[in-house]
């Protein structure tokens, strides 16, 4: 796991719950900045509590740990769906992204 993502992670586990927790790395490593945000994709069991697919819960944990980051929870199946169409976050992950939980 990138240095400095530990607290950020640590807080999705546990308030979230999820079945996978997957990061987002559109940049090249020696193109990344400190400020950058990373994009955090949390996959959450598919009977999780709708309320936890709120984007005002992932704002609230990055704003409380102070990580950059852009987190987006979603369900299982959901991602699934999503994983390696042409365009959006199925295709992000496909080509720049790994499981980091």
Known sequence: MPAGLEPLVDMIRVRL???S???SEDKPRY???DRDEWKVVVALPDDA???L???ILGWLIQTETGVPANILATTKSALAEAWGKP???GHDL???GRRIM
Do not use: F, H, T
């Open 31 to 33: 193109e990344r900045r």
């Open 21 to 23: 927790i997957w990061l």
């Open 87 to 89: 365009s959006g976050i």
């Open 49 to 51: 509590d709708p309320n």
């Open 17 to 19: 719950k999820p079945a």
């Open 53 to 55: 697919l709120d984007p």
């Open 94 to 96: 496909v080509m720049y």
